[in-house]
């Protein structure tokens, strides 16, 4: 039996497994879905929220690209975005970036990947931004890792800057968007610390002036 036949037999025997410990468990899901984290991550294969968060179907709301990207102009990113925050109604934002991001080394190759150059070219502008920086760090793998952390922070920056993400965060108040690294070498997952208020010199140029904060 090859790999892709082996996905179909340990389907047969998931659905057997699931269905002895609850009868009721796919009808029940079939109902609705009422998660409380979206989470927006890189495509590696390596890297699966639902291993190293120990998570339920149900529980989170995923969307994954190349690096874990958020541009202003990507409606498949958007349309996630806007539909987990207005109509699922969930209270945390995740941006999960990780070390050894293909898609991060991939950009400062200065090498022609075709159609990925657009959007590669996200992350070289984030490079561009805090290219001070970056450059001042000799070790490439340091600056590698400080490039994953630092593209996290501006894909939150970005998320903050959608007018429906912001209608939460400063009038409802009911909604925290958050930035990760999970570290492929030890399978740790390290939060950022990202917050509003750390955010919020730049975040300001980008504040809607029909969103006001809640009293």
Request: glycine share 6%; charged share 25%; net charge negative.
């Amino acid at each position: 039996m090859n790999l892709y036949e082996q996905v179909f037999s340990h389907n047969k025997e998931w659905v057997q497994k699931q269905l002895q410990l609850d009868p009721t468990y796919f009808s029940d899901m079939a109902k609705s879905q009422a998660p409380e984290f979206l989470y927006i991550g890189c495509s590696d294969s390596r890297v699966s929220p639902d291993a190293f968060m120990g998570i339920k179907p149900g529980d989170v709301f995923i969307h994954r690209n190349i690096a874990n990207l958020v541009p202003n102009n990507d409606i498949s990113s958007l349309a996630v975005l806007q539909y987990a925050v207005e109509n699922l109604q969930v209270k945390h934002v995740i941006v999960c970036g990780h070390y050894g991001c293909g898609g991060i080394k991939a950009a400062t190759t200065h090498d022609d990947f075709g159609y990925m150059n657009t959007w590669l070219r996200n992350i070289q502008d984030v490079y561009r931004i805090h290219r001070e920086e970056l450059d001042a760090l000799e070790d490439a793998e340091a600056r590698h890792r400080r490039l994953v952390e630092l593209n996290v922070r501006e894909q939150c920056l970005n998320v903050m800057k959608l007018s429906f993400v912001q209608k939460r965060l400063f009038e409802s108040q009911d909604i925290k968007v958050h930035g990760w690294v999970y570290d492929l070498a030890n399978g740790q997952l390290n939060d950022m610390q990202v917050t509003v208020a750390d955010l919020e010199p730049n975040l300001g140029i980008y504040r809607f002036k029909n969103v006001s904060a809640k009293n």
